[in-house]
C-alpha cells in the first residue's frame, strides 16, 4: 500500500540534544512538507520541499533542519535550538500538477521535551 | 496578513441531523480549498477539495463554495457519531507555484447517538 511512513511514534528528548524524525513516502510525490501542531494553534509550516535537492523555510523554521537528497525522504531535525519542540509533528506529501497541493499525511511524531 | 477562520465549537448535533461546518477566508484570490477531517491524536485526511463557485457532493458530505463572499461550507448528511473529529479548512491564496497552504484552527464536531 502506497503512503507515508513516519517514525519513531513517540520520542522523548533531554533538554540540549538534536533529534531526527523520520519521513518516508512511496507515493512518488514530488513536493513533501513538515507541520507542528500544538493544541489551539493548528498547522504550522516548518519547511517543504518541491524538488529533490531543494527546499524552502517555512513560516516557524527556526530551530529545525531539514534534508532531501532522495525524493522518497525528508527527514526533520529538531536541534537544541528550538526553544519549545515539544509538539505534535506532521510529515504530508503531495504530486505535481494534477492533485497539487492534496496533501497526504503520515501517522505523526509526538515529541516530547523532558 | 492571509487567514482562514472557522468557529472553533464544539458544534454538537444529533445523530441523524445535518452539520454545517463554516470557513471564511481573507484572500479573494485564493483558487484552492480544502477540507480535512481529524480525529483526536491522529493526523489529518482528506474529505473534500473544492476548485469552482457552487456545490461538490461526496457520498454523505457536500461542500459548498462562494467566492464573492468568501466561504466554503461543509454540510455533513445523515451524521454518524463515527463523523466526531476536528475538521480543519485549508485555503490556497494564490495559484501558481506557491504550495503553502493556510489552516483555519478547525471546529470541533460531536455527533451525539
Known amino acids: 500500500d502506497g503512503g507515508i511512513t513516519q517514525s519513531p511514534k513517540y520520542l522523548f528528548r533531554k533538554e540540549g540534544q538534536n533529534v531526527t524524525l523520520s519521513c518516508e513516502q512511496n507515493?512518488?510525490?514530488?513536493?513533501m512538507y513538515w507541520y507542528r501542531q500544538d493544541p489551539g494553534q493548528g498547522l504550522r509550516l516548518i519547511y517543504y520541499?518541491?524538488?529533490?535537492?531543494?527546499?524552502q523555510k517555512g513560516d516557524i523554521a527556526e530551530g529545525y533542519s531539514v534534508s532531501r537528497e532522495k525524493k522518497e525522504s525528508f527527514p526533520l531535525t529538531v536541534t537544541s535550538a528550538q526553544k519549545n519542540p515539544t509538539a505534535f509533528y506532521l510529515c504530508?506529501?503531495?504530486?505535481?500538477?494534477?492533485?497539487?497541493?492534496?496533501?497526504?499525511f503520515g501517522a505523526g511524531s509526538r515529541l516530547t521535551v523532558l | 496578513q492571509k487567514e482562514v477562520e472557522q468557529n472553533s465549537g464544539p458544534l454538537s448535533v444529533p445523530e441523524g441531523a445535518i452539520a454545517s461546518l463554516n470557513c471564511t477566508y481573507s484572500?479573494?484570490?485564493?483558487?484552492?480549498f480544502f477540507w480535512y477531517r481529524q480525529y483526536s491524536g491522529k493526523s489529518p485526511e482528506l474529505i473534500m477539495s473544492i476548485y469552482s463557485n457552487g456545490d461538490k457532493e461526496d457520498g454523505r458530505f457536500t461542500a459548498q463554495l462562494n467566492k464573492a463572499s468568501q466561504y466554503v461550507s461543509l454540510l455533513i448528511r445523515d451524521s454518524q457519531p463515527s463523523d466526531s473529529a476536528t475538521y480543519l479548512c485549508a485555503v490556497l491564496p494564490n495559484a501558481g507555484n506557491n504550495r503553502k497552504l493556510i489552516w483555519g484552527l478547525g471546529t470541533s464536531l460531536a455527533v451525539n447517538p
Open positions: 504530508a506529501s503531495s504530486p505535481h500538477g494534477a492533485g497539487a497541493n492534496v496533501l497526504t
Open positions: 507515493l512518488n510525490h514530488d513536493a
Open positions: 484572500d479573494r484570490g485564493s483558487q484552492s
Open positions: 520541499s518541491q524538488i529533490v535537492n531543494d527546499f
